[in-house]
């Protein structure tokens, strides 16, 4: 499974992102979809998560604290893509953020994409 991200950019504090992950070699609603980041010097950190539910015909995600309330994920299963929708931006959201695909029962992600930098100015 080949995952590829954008949307990354310059924004500055307040606004608003949205990031696209498209998946190619496999499809989304028989992974885990995930989006993680990492910012110089710190350690990869969870952002959001697709969990599937009715066959892949449904999904909830669930969220790191830090972006609760401000970042939404969701997904065309037609498109094959996961989207995280990033609003009330805050520089302390900048790093590089990566989605990546987890196989049911595993506890860490098979695959990840290149990743798409973010930077949020104050």
């Known amino acids: 499974v080949q995952l590829q991200a954008s949307g990354g950019g310059l924004v500055q504090a307040g606004g608003s992102l949205r990031l696209s992950c498209v998946a190619s070699?496999?499809?989304?609603?028989?992974?885990?979809m995930g989006w993680f980041r990492q910012a110089p010097g710190k350690e990869h950190e969870f952002v959001a998560r697709?969990?599937?539910?009715?066959?892949?015909?449904?999904?909830?995600?669930d969220y790191a604290d830090s972006v609760k309330g401000r970042f939404t994920c969701s997904t065309n299963n037609a498109e094959n893509s996961v989207y995280l929708q990033m609003n009330r931006l805050k520089p302390e959201d900048t790093a590089k953020y990566y989605c990546?695909?987890?196989?049911?029962?595993?506890?860490?992600?098979?695959?990840w994409g290149q990743g798409t930098q973010v930077t949020v100015s104050s």
């Open positions: 070699g496999g499809t989304i609603s028989n992974y885990i």
């Open positions: 990546a695909a987890r196989s049911p029962g595993r506890a860490m992600s098979d695959y």
């Open positions: 697709i969990n599937w539910s009715g066959g892949g015909r449904l999904y909830y995600a």
